[in-house]
């Protein structure tokens, strides 16, 4: 007798399938699906709290050493359990936005100059957003650099900057060009000015005054310069005014508001032509201008935003930032920092660290073009 003969019924019963299952069982099992990095980008946009996870393939998500690790959405959730994945679009996108912040922030507060900068806002058109630009602008710069920023109207006629401004204060810039030659320390100084939340200091009209000449910016520019790191110049809107060319005569860099209107940019050009036609100081803003386009909640229209584009690239408008909407700006009334949207913070100190950079590529002369004080 065979020795494999008491198995043969062992055999015979492992190849036996009953019909039903033979029916039901497939030919050949499908292949698992493993999850994209879309899939999972996907769910990280939802709220993923209260829901769960089983058996997701990660082999193809997972991080570098060197490479950041998820902390949010889905991904967060599963590098917890110790698996080491690489964000998603979301989460890189809010890395992205945080290391440029830092890099701003760095080049704002680390830059120094061998004196006194100033920084002129302005643009013959009037209600593109001079007056909000200057003060949110100057308040960035001292929030980060811990003050020493000086915020004064240089306009020929009184403007509107110590209505946008915090608090009530009683001299200004009016008092101040009367008085310049009597100013002797910072506390003395101080009392001109509106002290901000932002650690800026902003010297505007209090009442009535008499016009502006450029003797009277180049005087007050100079005080303000022996007590301030920077002075950035709240402008009226005419450039042939002789308070014009006086704030000219004291600035390192230019900036000029627009909205998203034909008037606007164009009268920003008209700006720009003049001062071309004028001396090498004036040539030279003109061409390291910075152009700020301003998004005040009104209809945009997308075709004349890129012929208006493409007209600032022809006339050699090298340096182009873009603020969002904001609610704050809009109520048209005094401007607090802490008040104003995350974007239009960033966005505002992107636009500093820009023009910084620029003062910081030029050279910017160990003496004053200010004028000094009687």
């Known amino acids: 007798m065979s020795t494999t003969a008491p198995f043969r019924g062992a055999a015979r019963a492992a190849a036996y399938v009953e019909e039903d299952t033979a029916r039901r069982r497939p030919a050949d099992p499908a292949p698992p699906v493993e999850p994209s990095d879309a899939a999972l980008d996907e769910v990280d946009e939802v709220d993923t709290a209260s829901g769960s996870i089983e058996e997701i393939d990660v082999a193809s998500l997972t991080a570098t050493d060197t490479s950041p690790i998820a902390r949010t959405g889905v991904r967060g959730l599963i590098a917890r359990t110790g698996v080491k994945l690489a964000p998603g679009r979301s989460e890189l996108a809010a890395l992205a936005r ?18 006194a ?42 403007g509107t900057l110590t209505y946008r401004t915090e608090g009530n204060p009683t001299r200004g810039i009016g008092e101040l ?71 000219l005569a004291a600035t390192d860099a230019l900036v000029i508001p627009v909205l998203n209107s034909a008037e606007a940019v164009l009268e920003a050009i008209s700006l ?22 301003l998004i005040d909640g009104r209809a945009e229209n997308p075709q004349l935003n890129e012929r208006l584009s493409k007209l600032l690239q022809q006339h050699r408008v090298e340096q182009v930032f873009e603020v969002p909407f904001d609610a704050h700006i809009a109520e048209r009334g005094p401007i607090t920092l802490a008040k104003l949207a995350p974007a239009t913070r960033d966005a505002f100190t992107h636009l500093a660290a820009g023009i910084v950079q620029t003062m910081q590529n030029q050279p910017i002369a160990t003496k004053p073009t200010t004028g000094t004080k009687n």
């Not at 100033?118 to 003060?135: D, E, F, Q, W, Y």
């Not at 720009?272 to 386009?293: F, K, M, P, S």
């Open 98 to 115: 945080a290391a440029r912040l830092k890099a701003d922030e760095d080049v704002i507060r680390q830059t120094t100059w061998p004196r």
């Open 117 to 158: 900068v100033g920084i002129l806002v302005a643009n013959r058109k009037g209600g593109v957003g001079k007056t909000p630009t200057s003060l949110i602008l100057g308040g960035i710069l001292a929030s980060i650099r811990g003050g020493s920023v000086a915020v004064m109207e240089v306009s020929d006629d009184p």
């Open 177 to 247: 060009v009367v008085d310049h030659d009597q100013i002797r320390s910072a506390g003395q100084l101080a009392s001109y000015t509106a002290p901000q939340t932002s650690f800026a200091s902003v010297i505007g009209t209090t009442g009535v005054r008499p016009q502006l000449v450029a003797t009277d910016v180049l005087h007050a520019a100079a005080v303000v310069d022996e007590f301030y790191a920077i002075r950035v110049m709240d402008s009226g809107n005419q450039p042939s005014s002789s308070a014009f060319d006086g704030a």
């Open 272 to 293: 720009l032509d003049y001062l071309r036609a004028g001396g090498t100081a004036n040539r030279r803003l003109a061409d390291t201008a910075t152009i700020v386009r």
